[in-house]
């Protein structure tokens, strides 16, 4: 049992961990936190959520909560090409409890610290447990990746192994310990050293959340384009045969899917890449299994 | 009834709304926004999150809840001297019914375009309701206005009516209708004028979102300063009698309370400004009534 704790008190003993950036000029503590961006380059930001018993199951550790809140939003800038730098936390916990939340700011820590990002303020509330993270990176002008600059001709890409996070979640709720996955599930690590190499070269870029076929869908449509996908090319690496569900609609990967002129070599980077189709003026995602075109679901995570 | 809606759609519907502002390149719908922070000023991020029942009455109209939610950061802005310029939403909500969530758009948009802020991005996830935002702005560098700079000789300012939304609440949650304050609880009006012809010249600043008595306790702490208040001088519009616990504890007012060289003039402002104490070297909040030193609790709306 730990005793609960006023919000300042709370603030201070948890959350000003964070080794201090030349570019904060103020952190937090006051009303607002004072930043420095980098000239000639433009802001991106992001913010995503993360609640009890739907984006993470009941009884996940407090650190692979932070953790995942962390990832999320640092893959979202990894998508874009951002360098990451700062972020806010707003932490909603029904109570305040010590041992809780020294676990949580140590998840919290542990990946921020990877990525050289700082804690620059949030708030703390009462209620029903929740985490929104807002992530701010900069991107140098004109080299940012988008979804929407796909081209006719383009190969696409998958980094890492999607569908892993999936197995794991579905092995967690029939009562396992997640099938020996557990922590692609719930340390996703944010692809921003990838996002980086790609920034400037590659067309489009979106990062899997929500599932393979879907997100791909996303960046399709805002594209105005369509594609051929090479089921037999998707990568796999569990000795179990491959779970075509898991790998297309799993979501929690947190990997990158982009587009690549194909007459460019791909940069060196700290993650497997696969190429996996290639973008097509037809609209449409289009699936290809031994030679033959098969049809594929493309729903993935439903928010509501 | 309304039909629940994707996520997707939801977005689309109600929440493409804001006017195009020439900073941004990139808004709502792709991994992430891309902004252009003005040259040569600093950004200023803060955050804050309102859950149903906990910050405002359960039953509150959708258009306020989300009035409110972006007030209390654009207030935070206000209390640095900061120009706000965009913020991010992320939304929690048990269903996504249309009619709620025009309603919540409506309100958002409103005082979004008051002050011409731009949504920008952010998250929409199923769950208890609650309703976080990030906003962010710009302040010219040097000019930002900081909890800690507060001198001694300073005197103290307060803006507007501080008391007002504790009545409307008590009425509330005795069965009332807000005692003809609603509107003080429910739409607050960030103070980003005032706030701006402060910065640079006000010593230090914070807005009064947890009561006066410990906000400016706050304030005095960082500064590591104390101050004598003249309770006769709390400023107070309404019929009944004065109620200074209302002044001193009451939250949810989101006036800004400022230390100010006494030999400057005041600037013209869209508000009322009231002389309420002075900036002393002597830690501590001394109160005085009628040319006595009187007792009063600094506690104010507690987090945890």
């Known amino acids: 049992m730990s005793a609960p704790l006023a919000e300042f008190e709370l603030i201070r003993r948890y959350f000003s961990f964070a080794a201090p950036r030349p570019d904060v000029c103020l952190g937090v503590g006051d009303d607002a936190a004072l930043l420095r961006p980098p000239p000639g380059e433009q802001l991106v930001a992001c913010c995503d959520t993360l609640v009890a018993g739907r984006h993470f199951p009941f009884g996940t550790a407090a650190a692979d909560i932070a953790w995942k809140a ?32 020294q ?78 996955l557990r922590e692609r599930l719930d340390r996703p690590q944010p692809r921003l050293q990838l996002g980086q190499a790609l920034r400037g070269r590659a067309h489009a870029a979106i990062d899997i959340s929500d599932g393979l076929a879907q997100d791909l869908g996303h960046l399709l449509s805002a594209s105005q384009v369509g594609a051929s996908l090479d089921l037999d090319a998707l990568p796999w690496r569990q000795e179990r045969p491959r779970d075509l569900a898991a790998i297309l609609q799993g979501g929690d990967d947190y ?16 993650v497997a890449l696969q190429r996996i189709g290639r973008i097509e003026a037809r609209a449409g995602l289009r699936c290809w299994q031994g030679g033959r075109q098969v049809d594929v679901p493309q729903t993935g995570y439903q928010h509501f």
Chains 1, 2 share one sequence.
């Open 103 to 180: 676990d949580f700011a140590g998840g919290l820590r542990q990946l921020a610290d990877q990525h050289a990002v700082q804690l620059v303020g949030g708030d703390t509330t009462r209620g029903p447990l929740s985490v929104t993270i807002t992530a701010l990176g900069s991107v140098p002008v004109g080299q940012a990746l988008c979804r929407a600059a796909a081209q006719v001709g383009d190969d696409i890409y998958v980094s890492g192994y999607p569908g892993e996070a999936a197995l794991a979640l579905a092995d967690i709720l029939a009562g396992g310990d997640g099938a020996g």
């Open 255 to 270: 990997e990158l899917c982009f587009t690549w002129p194909p007459e460019q070599a791909l940069p060196a980077t700290d």
């Open 70 to 101: 962390l990832a999320v939003n640092l893959s979202d800038l990894a998508a874009m090409g951002a360098q990451a730098r700062w972020f806010l936390l707003a932490l909603t916990l029904p109570t305040a409890a010590a041992d809780w939340l």
